[in-house]
């Protein structure tokens, strides 16, 4: 790590929340040269070091392990008008990311070993924080052969799915999560049985009826949870249901892992937070697929990420720009960005007493890094720094148009939030900071990175 860009930060008075050790307790913490120097009461520094060290005294602010969200779609290659992975990236470390998974549909596809290895040499020169690349699981995602998998692990790969497209064929689901089993890969399943979606604009129901617009079933994502954990079952592999929506995927994934199938899941922000009430204004910025549920469906989510069937939270942030998203109802792009409101809406859960602190962090850090196989997740110490401080109480009405990334598809502009991320360190440099009036400045996170 170069001296000039680590950091030297002492923190005093923090609570830190790492679930990965059990942690929740009142401490300092020192970071020199951009490592976890040292945790504990009444920390001291050597002379050489102190006029060096900035202290900031955070009164009981938050230090959590830096957050990975384990699913986002950074658009480059090929769409790089929506974002790139320079600005992706910024935006990821300024929601308290430190690192991110993103999806594999870009343009060429990330289905073989040079678009991987372009987007984690990319990542490396113009990123602020990693970037650890889902391949495909089809050539093309096409749904019609399997993508070489082992190519993808060994360049960089850490999953494979077919995000944003369902593999319709049962066949090829079974031999994509037997081929994966052989290179340890979890299989990213997007459930959508697109033969019971096709059309569909919004959750199928009583809305959808009284706005005109055709509706997608909740069996539309449950056909395919339910199949894709017969599969699991049948082939002894590592399954994991992105972007979970409905009540009865959430009692389907539940029985699952009562019968020990190896299943986790996710969901993101929007599906315990919005409804598919919102979308009585016709605005575009609430189309997403899966769509936005029932109030119902949202209960369902908040007790399964309670009792721990979901075991992440993800953003899927998914940049569009006017272009797609401007327009009809009908015609607009499906997908919002969430990397820079996650936090808030994720602290909202522990207020309502949906998650302890400690819980809710978990799914942000160290489950994502379990499922993924990443050494991440947990404030070691002599390990170069990945850090969130936040603020839990702050509030504020939260203004997309300072967003770091480049699109401005956020259903929660203009909306009062509470709890903001106030510095991310990631790997041992201060990738975003609210905190200048303290001294510190915020690297330029376009600048190019050595690891
Ligand atoms: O709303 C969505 N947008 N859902 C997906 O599955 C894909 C994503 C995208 O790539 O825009």
Same mark, same amino acid.
Request: proline share 5%; hydrophobic share 40%.
């Given at each position: =790590? +170069?001296? +000039?860009t680590a950091?030297?930060?002492l923190?005093?008075n923090a609570?830190? $929340?790492?679930?990965a050790q059990?942690?929740?307790?009142?401490a300092?913490?020192?970071?020199?040269?951009?490592?976890l120097?040292?945790?504990?009461?009444?920390?001291q520094?050597?002379?050489?070091?102190?006029?060096?060290?900035?202290? $900031?005294d955070l009164?009981?602010?938050?230090?959590?392990?830096?957050?990975?969200?384990?699913? *986002?779609h950074?658009?480059?290659?090929? +769409?790089?008008?929506?974002? #790139?992975i320079?600005?992706? &990236?910024?935006?990821?470390?300024?929601?308290g990311f430190?690192?991110?998974?993103?999806?594999?549909?870009t343009?060429p596809?990330?289905?073989c070993?040079?678009?991987?290895e372009?987007i984690?040499e990319?990542a490396?020169?113009?990123?602020?924080c990693?970037?650890?690349?889902?391949?495909a699981?089809?050539? @093309?995602?096409?749904?019609e052969?399997?993508a070489?998998?082992?190519?993808?692990?060994?360049?960089?790969?850490?999953a494979v799915?077919?995000?944003?497209?369902a593999?319709?064929n049962?066949l090829?689901?079974?031999r994509?999560?037997?081929?994966?089993?052989?290179?340890d890969l979890?299989?990213?399943s997007?459930?959508?049985d697109?033969n019971?979606?096709?059309g569909?604009?919004?959750?199928?129901?009583?809305?959808? #009826?009284?706005?005109?617009?055709? @509706?997608?079933?909740n069996a539309?994502?449950?056909? =395919?949870?339910?199949?894709?954990?017969?599969?699991?079952?049948?082939?002894?592999s590592?399954?994991?249901?992105?972007? *979970?929506?409905?009540?009865g995927?959430?009692?389907?994934i539940?029985?699952?892992k009562?019968r @020990?199938?190896?299943?986790t899941?996710?969901t993101?922000?929007?599906?315990f937070?919005?409804?598919?009430?919102d979308?009585?204004?016709f605005?575009?910025?609430?189309? *997403?697929?899966?769509?936005?549920?029932?109030?119902?469906?949202?209960?369902?989510?908040?007790?399964g990420?309670?009792?721990? #069937?979901?075991?992440?939270?993800?953003?899927?942030?998914a940049?569009h720009s006017?272009?797609?998203k401007? &327009?009809?109802?009908?015609?607009?792009?499906?997908g919002?960005?969430?990397?820079?409101?996650?936090?808030?809406?994720?602290?909202?859960?522990?207020?309502?007493?949906?998650?302890?602190?400690?819980?809710?962090?978990?799914?942000?850090?160290?489950n994502?890094?379990t499922?993924?196989?990443l050494?991440?997740?947990? =404030?070691?110490?002599?390990m170069?720094a990945?850090?969130?401080?936040?603020?839990p109480?702050? &509030?504020?009405?939260?203004?997309?148009? &300072?967003?770091?990334?480049?699109?401005r598809?956020?259903?929660f502009?203009?909306?009062? =939030?509470?709890?903001?991320?106030l510095?991310t360190?990631?790997?041992?440099r *201060?990738?975003?900071?609210?905190m200048t009036?303290?001294g510190?400045?915020?690297?330029?996170?376009? #600048?190019?990175r050595?690891?």
């Amino acid at each position: =790590m +170069e001296r +000039e860009t680590a950091a030297n930060l002492l923190f005093r008075n923090a609570r830190i $929340i790492d679930p990965a050790q059990g942690l929740d307790g009142r401490a300092d913490v020192l970071v020199l040269d951009g490592r976890l120097t040292e945790i504990g009461a009444h920390l001291q520094i050597s002379a050489d070091w102190q006029a060096e060290v900035p202290e $900031i005294d955070l009164g009981g602010k938050w230090i959590v392990p830096g957050l990975l969200d384990m699913h *986002v779609h950074l658009r480059e290659p090929g +769409e790089e008008y929506k974002e #790139t992975i320079a600005t992706g &990236t910024a935006s990821a470390t300024g929601g308290g990311f430190v690192a991110v998974a993103c999806m594999p549909n870009t343009h060429p596809v990330n289905d073989c070993a040079a678009v991987t290895e372009f987007i984690i040499e990319r990542a490396r020169a113009q990123g602020s924080c990693r970037v650890f690349p889902v391949g495909a699981i089809s050539r @093309g995602l096409a749904g019609e052969s399997l993508a070489e998998f082992g190519e993808l692990r060994e360049a960089g790969a850490v999953a494979v799915s077919d995000d944003g497209r369902a593999v319709l064929n049962s066949l090829l689901m079974r031999r994509a999560l037997e081929y994966a089993r052989a290179f340890d890969l979890p299989v990213i399943s997007h459930a959508e049985d697109l033969n019971l979606s096709r059309g569909g604009l919004m959750n199928e129901g009583s809305v959808s #009826t009284m706005l005109g617009l055709r @509706g997608i079933p909740n069996a539309a994502e449950e056909v =395919m949870v339910a199949r894709d954990l017969l599969l699991a079952e049948l082939t002894h592999s590592r399954l994991h249901i992105a972007h *979970v929506s409905t009540a009865g995927s959430v009692q389907l994934i539940r029985q699952a892992k009562q019968r @020990g199938i190896a299943v986790t899941a996710e969901t993101a922000p929007q599906y315990f937070t919005l409804t598919e009430d919102d979308l009585a204004t016709f605005d575009t910025v609430y189309k *997403v697929n899966p769509p936005l549920r029932s109030s119902g469906d949202v209960e369902a989510i908040k007790l399964g990420l309670a009792d721990g #069937t979901i075991d992440a939270i993800a953003t899927d942030h998914a940049p569009h720009s006017t272009l797609e998203k401007d &327009t009809e109802f009908e015609f607009a792009a499906n997908g919002m960005i969430g990397l820079e409101s996650a936090v808030p809406l994720i602290l909202s859960l522990i207020r309502e007493g949906v998650l302890s602190p400690l819980e809710a962090i978990a799914k942000l850090t160290c489950n994502p890094a379990t499922i993924l196989g990443l050494p991440l997740g947990a =404030m070691l110490p002599r390990m170069p720094a990945d850090l969130t401080i936040l603020d839990p109480e702050e &509030t504020y009405v939260l203004d997309c148009s &300072t967003f770091r990334s480049k699109s401005r598809n956020c259903p929660f502009h203009g909306k009062n =939030m509470q709890g903001r991320v106030l510095m991310t360190l990631a790997e041992g440099r *201060v990738a975003f900071t609210r905190m200048t009036d303290k001294g510190l400045t915020q690297t330029n996170t376009h #600048t190019s990175r050595k690891p």
